[in-house]
Nanobody, 124 residues
Framework: QVRLVESGGGLVQAGDSLRVSCEVG????????VAWFRQAPGKGREFVAG????????HYADSVQGRFTVSRDNSKKMAWLQMDKLNPGDTALYYC?????????????????WGQGTQVTVSS
């Protein structure tokens, strides 16, 4: 059993930065990939960023490339999403997700474990 708990969301202004965190509990050793997804009101859940277990494979959605940075510390069982130059289009509920497979994929169906989400709201 794997448990994911996000934290760090909030209300910020356009151009600001924010870092959201994901604490991984339970069977951490079974997890290889940690990813972030987001879901805006009335829209589907979309891939934001993903990271392999050793940190060498990092993937980003085109919309956040160059502004967001994904990271993890396996010794602390934590992952983070650093978000810079935020804009109102980034407003969404942000989810941490994890999978046992080795490959960073962008399909939400590939991820078996999900947190409850943390809200990020960017005002203009």
């Amino acid at each position: 059993q794997v448990r994911l708990v996000e934290s760090g969301g909030g209300l910020v202004q356009a151009g600001d930065s924010l870092r959201v965190s994901c604490e991984v509990g339970g069977d951490f050793e079974s997890i290889n990939v940690v990813a972030w997804f987001r879901q805006a009101p009335g829209k589907g859940r979309e891939f934001v960023a993903g990271l392999s277990r050793n940190g060498r494979a990092k993937h980003y959605a085109d919309s956040v490339q160059g502004r967001f940075t994904v990271s993890r510390d396996n010794s602390k069982k934590m992952a983070w999403l650093q978000m810079d130059k935020l804009n109102p289009g980034d407003t969404a509920l942000y989810y941490c997700a994890a999978r046992n497979g080795l490959i960073v994929t962008r399909a939400k169906e590939d991820y078996a474990y999900w947190g409850q989400g943390t809200q990020v709201t960017v005002s203009s």
